[in-house]
């Protein structure tokens, strides 16, 4: 019989709700609500029609609450608008050195414009020309401000690898991202408290009292704040599969809960008229689930807290109602409630992550306590590694080959020392300040005697896989495979289960052949980065912006990106000038991917490249490299004399020529005008108006013309006069802000380019949520092309 709220309910209603996000748009919200509608029916029936009414009311609900998401957002005829607001900041802002990022609660009130009224925006305080801006320092949670902010609908880069910030924006239901005005001074209102002021308040007692470089990770284990570890942490735990443990956990909420019964059934049992009223058993399920739901408050409700909440919510029901309920049932039962709450949940990792690693553990594990306790710890290293390896790589793009020798040592020292200090320290400093420090410190103490060889394995070569982009369907492969290998041994075929992972870990990468190439120009905002690959070699054009203290596109994107796309190395980087959104990347990218041969501009004075010179050229795969500007008597002027490289193959040309206007643009024409013939060409200085010469045009005759910017830059790139001197010469225009990251193929059937944003379709797509909005302003009822 299916229950109404089963294993397989919940699988059902996972499927629909998974299904509504792989749509590649979606359509208006009646049809969503018809499907809610037939779903909720058919659930209500008995037998197997509820299967496809939970499939079906994941749907209609998922899509229903994705367009609300949307509708919600910042209307387009408001972009870059500076609006005067009032609200409240939620939740723990994080401090730079040159800004401060928080999340902003929107006020009620005529005042305000319908449309922000309580609406949450993503803000961003910049220090001014004069130096630090001590006021920003201010921003705490549950503080109260009146500013005035400049507003844009949220929009992110789409590149291989990338992290996607639109899916983020979605899922946390942000109306608008922006920066404050401080040229109208903002006012603090006061603090309101509430949850958030609290944990921020705690997050600096724990920064005041252990005065270890490991108070950042105490604060992360006890209130679940990451906001002290930077990148070179984040990279460390990646590397040995220890996130899972760093950030508030199931496994935390826990503890707590077994706290708490056993503080309850320790009352009861010194005070046994406790139990005329309320047997001992059901007090310790209710102050239980109390003691986890007050803490998983104090967490700020991460996902792998809600999902342990609602698993102990069950139990504590079923010890009310003097029921049986199972692990797999309150799995189950948890999983159902967080995606009818809010379905949009299953955008985060951490759901996945949650509830598939314990369901692989109830799975596998024995069920008899006659196992000795080693055996089952290590099985269940075994469990994880390999149950949730498909999920990681997917997610994540990796896998940490020394990850599970690392949770071996850190999963007993960390749980059963660190992690009961870190909460006993906050438990006693809630009840008076001061208390906790004691705990804290001990914490630190203890991490530190682990932190080092945890570090040591994390610099190890072989100690994190970085996985290229799979197929859709490697993911379904490697579960299949992962099950197979985890059912009991004696079974055939297990070595037959190795295949069905190599899909996911040894994906098809469809390089070019012999005399052909790939080239991906990555969308780095306003700035450039070229990706070109060969047969078996790879060459990098440029490395993307950085703003000093900010987004540095080399560690952001392009590497990301590279690993992404399986590039193990670099055996070439060109730095074509020395703008800083050419060159800014350059650190960031060489730590990763360092290149036996770095070319540059001379007015770069990049340490260690050989100048690129007019003439220069060399040979990889049946690919033939040349430069062809700046000659050697050419002058240090920076733009005009960036390096110039034709990417010649066997079916076509390539031209990328970095910043230069349009008197090199003529100068090569009079010159060399045969070596212009180009089917691609990268617009010269992201389009701009004094770049794409006419003459140039007619030299290149090229089919392709690529501009790489940023969305709504302040330059106007690509200039409307430049986008139509190359269409009037027949060549179709690409944009990075538009299209995302670009593939050109030069193939021996033709050159064929795929922008990222089409060829990867999300329902929540800024750039064609935008194309369909200006579409129906005109009447249009269809995307044009």
Known sequence: MIRPFGVATAAALVAGTTLALWLPHWPHWPWFAALLAAGLFAWCRPGRVRLLGACLAGLGLCGLHGIHALSVRLPPAHERA??????????????????????????????IPSFLQGRKLRLSWYDGRDGVDERRYEIVPGSSWRFTARLRAPRGLRNPGWFDSEKHALSHRIAATGYVRTAQAPEREGVRGGIDAWRGDLADRIEVAVAQDSSRYVRALAIGDTRGLDEADWETLRATGLTHLIAISGFHVGLVAGFF????????????DLSRG???????????????????????????????VLMIAVVALARMTRSHASVTDALAMAAIAILLVDPL?????????????????VWCLPQTRAVPVVRGFLWAQVVATLGLLPLTAILFGQASVVGPLANIMAIPWWSLVVVPLALVGTALEAIQEGWGTWAWQAAAWCFDLSWPLFRWLA?????????PEARWFALPLALVGAFWLLLPRGLPGKSFAWVLLLPLLWPDRHLPRHGEAHAVVLDVGQGLS?????????????????VPNGFDAGERVVVPALQALGVRGLDVAVVSHGDADHVGGHEAVMRRFPAPVVFAAREAALEGAAPCLAGSSWELDGVRFEFLHPDVH???????????????????????????????ERMLVRRQADAMRSDVVLMAHHGSRLSSDPAFIAATGASHAIASMGHGNRF???????????QRSGARVWSTADGGALRVRLQRDGVRIDARRDSHRRPWDAAWLARRLQAESHGVSYRPD
């Open 82 to 111: 500076d609006f005067a607001l009032s609200g409240e900041v939620v939740g723990l802002p994080v401090h730079e050195s040159a800004r401060t990022r928080f999340e902003f609660r929107v006020d009620g009130g005529d005042a």
């Open 261 to 272: 019964a056993l503080m309850a059934a320790g009352i009861w049992w010194l005070l046994p």
């Open 278 to 308: 309320l047997p001992r058993p059901q007090a310790a399920a209710l102050v239980a689930f109390a003691g986890a739901l007050g803490y998983a408050a104090v967490a700020g409700f991460e996902l792998p807290t809600v999902r342990t």
């Open 345 to 361: 949940s299953i955008l985060a990792a951490g759901f996945w992550l949650s509830f598939a690693g314990v369901a692989w553990l």
């Open 459 to 467: 610099e190890s070569e072989l100690s994190l896989w970085w996985l």
């Open 530 to 546: 070229v990706l070109v690959l060969t047969a078996r070699h790879a060459l990098l054009y440029d490395m993307g912006p950085k």
């Open 634 to 664: 050419f002058p240090p002027f920076r733009n005009e004399s960036s390096c110039v490289l034709r990417v010649a193959t066997t079916s076509g040309a390539l031209l990328l020529t970095g910043d230069v206007g349009e008197v090199v």
């Open 716 to 726: 106007g790139h690509p200039h409307e006069d430049t986008v139509q001197r190359w």
